[in-house]
């Protein structure tokens, strides 16, 4: 027997072992997460269960009608050049999202490096993509509403994909919304170096620490995830 | 943070040991390098899942494909980007197993439509 799997296998059994001490020592179970990381997962879990429910019942709509369900691939096509492009519309907003995620996980990097201009800057360009994403999110809802799409009916097929539609991805342009006010205020917040100063927010009167961007990081993440299981279960299959 | 640490000294000190919280001052501070390479590869997956539209692949390979890269692109956010695979193993499995009981009504929904589905089939479509 080697040494290397022994090591391994014993670090995996002290994981154990402390996961079953985290959890019966009579205090906080969450040892390396403060509460305000606590309560953001257990916020973003609830949410899971929230889109959980309207994606399953989007599945439970497509399955049961009788009516051939429209094709998103050409829905959401759009003309570039004269030339017809599948679901490009959706590529864009993908990509876009995923770069927010990325300004966003640097901009966390750098509020605890203390680099403060350059955790705000990073941050405001993730509102930017976010709001680009909500931008192109409403092109592409009144191209739809244009073409007859409604909640009850729609001239493509299924009259249940125009509810499944509106429901998702309006929850999901939501969020994001609701993402890029709390991104800017707390950019707002980093860059005047309030978390340095210990200065006390206006809502809670507490006193923030530079953690608040990794629960911000943690719910704009979050937003990113849910679009990815849209994008693979709405829109391409 | 001394009150959390007291505690755990008692039994085996292995035990001790495992429940020591990670110091925390430093917050989740990761290479740059890293994210780069997480963001590149999720630009990759992105446009493997779109290309499988692209190519206008169908049936089982379809449904493989787009799982697979949105299990990947969804492992990736939650480890790297949501730091999950640098938190205690308490925090990982109270967040990561509850999810899992959606399977149980996406299945429980799945046989339910499946059964509308031919219901309406055989009401509404056999005699037009």
Known sequence: MTAEPTTSDQTQTSKL?????????????????????????????????????FLISYMTVRMST????PHPSEIFALDIGGKKIPL??????????????????????????RERRKAALLMLATAFFGAAF????????????HEGVRPWGNPFGAAQFGSSFFMITGFHGFHVSVGVIFLLLIARAVWRGD???AKRGFFTARKGRYEIVEIMGLYWHFVDLVWVFIFAFFYLW | M????????????????????AAQAHGQQHPIKLYLLVWA??????????????????GLLRWFLIVVFMLLKAGLIVAVFMHMAWERLALVVAILLPPLAVLVLMAMMAWEGDYTNYLRHFFFMAHS
């Open chain 1, 17 to 53: 072992l402390g996961m079953f001490s985290d959890w019966s020592s009579d205090q906080r179970s969450f040892k390396s997460a403060s509460w305000g990381k606590a309560m953001m997962w257990i916020f973003l879990v609830s949410d899971t269960f929230v889109f959980s429910c």
């Open chain 1, 66 to 69: 009788t009516v051939e369900w």
């Open chain 1, 88 to 113: 490009i519309l959706i590529a864009i907003m993908t990509f876009d999202l995923i770069t927010s995620s990325g300004t966003m996980a640097m901009a966390v990097n750098f509020a605890y490096a």
């Open chain 1, 134 to 145: 909500v931008g192109m999110q409403a092109f592409e809802w009144s191209k739809l509403i």
């Open chain 1, 195 to 197: 978390y340095d100063t």
């Open chain 2, 2 to 21: 001394t009150a959390t640490t007291d505690n755990t000294t008692h039994g085996p000190a292995h035990i001790a040991a495992a429940a020591r919280p």
């Open chain 2, 41 to 58: 590869l999720l630009f990759v997956l992105s446009a493997c899942s779109y290309l499988v539209d692209y190519f206008d692949f169908q």
